[in-house]
């Protein structure tokens, strides 16, 4: 079996019917133009020909392209025998310039501008053309098969890259606010929506822990600081303790420890 040239392998092949009328005509008339080959012996015009003449049972008549640019004149051929439009046009240029980026460059090497200047249509076309291919790859043949206009399939590649782009931005969010959620996205653990919801669950759950701890501190720090340098420390009296809050040397040393805590963190946040 002949291997295809990635640029070839973008246009789309003759219907059966326009297969079958081919074949005929070639077993009738004979192969009027060989099939062209790469240098590697790779496919780059007449698929439909080849196929053709195996349905014709005609043995296929072939010719090596010794030109300087086979993806060029792939493109030039295919787009003049075809009656393309030029979103299809665009689309297929875009199709083969990605076949290009992901099968590694060469000298030869297909970009948007000489693309846009083998097809003979805008780069602005071409861009619209490459959203679709990176954003909505599913109807990129659609486009090519007149299926579907550019336009239309453009508007939805346009769609599915903003939804993209704001799950990326809720994610680096989400690795901001709490990179162990985020990891367990990445990892498939948890969906974005679902680590959002524990997410705020947890934020939730911080608020009601620094409500809790204020206002214990506010109920236990200014009385202690008020019975400074009266009779209170000399007055007190175990009898009339609170159950379970008895004052001992331990909890007294527990108790300076924990303001000594609360000291260096005013500190740390005084000078932040």
Same mark, same amino acid.
């Given at each position: ?45 007449g698929r439909n020909r080849l196929r053709a003449c195996e349905i014709a049972g005609v043995e296929p008549k072939f010719a090596t392209y010794d ?10 051929v295919n787009i003049r025998r075809r009656n393309l439009t030029k979103g299809q046009i665009a689309m297929v240029a875009a199709k083969a310039c990605s076949a290009a980026e992901h099968k590694g460059r060469s000298a ?78 990445? *990892? ?5 929506? !679902? $680590?959002? &919801? +524990?997410?705020? %669950?947890?934020?939730? =759950? ?43 040397? *331990? ?5 300076? !420890? $924990?303001? &000594? +805590?609360?000291? %260096?963190?005013?500190? =740390?946040?005084?000078?932040?």
């Open positions: 079996m002949i291997e295809l040239h990635p640029t070839a392998d973008t246009f789309p092949m003759l219907d059966n019917d326009e297969l079958l009328a081919l074949a005929e005509d070639i077993k009738k008339h004979g192969q009027y133009h060989p099939i062209m080959l790469d240098e590697h012996g790779r496919l780059l015009d030109g300087p640019d086979p993806d060029a004149f792939t493109l030039s030869g090497e297909l970009s948007a501008r000489s693309v846009s200047e083998q097809a003979g249509v805008s780069l602005g076309r071409i861009g619209q053309a490459l959203t679709v291919v990176r954003h909505a790859s599913d109807l990129v043949d659609q486009v090519i098969s007149g299926a579907m206009g550019l336009d239309e399939a453009y508007k939805t590649a346009r769609e599915n890259k903003a939804k993209a782009e704001s799950v990326e931005s809720q994610l680096a969010r989400l690795r901001e606010e709490d990179p162990e959620l985020a990891d367990k996205v990445v *990892e498939g653990e948890l969906s974005l929506p !679902a $680590a959002w &919801a +524990e997410r705020k %669950e947890r934020a939730e =759950e911080e608020v009601r822990q620094r409500r809790v701890a204020t206002q214990f501190l506010c109920e236990v720090v200014p009385p202690l600081a008020q019975a400074r340098g009266t009779d209170t420390v000399k007055l007190y009296d175990q009898q009339f303790m609170l159950t379970g809050r008895a004052i001992t040397t *331990e909890v007294i040393e527990q108790a300076m !420890a $924990a303001l &000594a +805590e609360m000291a %260096e963190a005013w500190r =740390e946040r005084e000078a932040a």
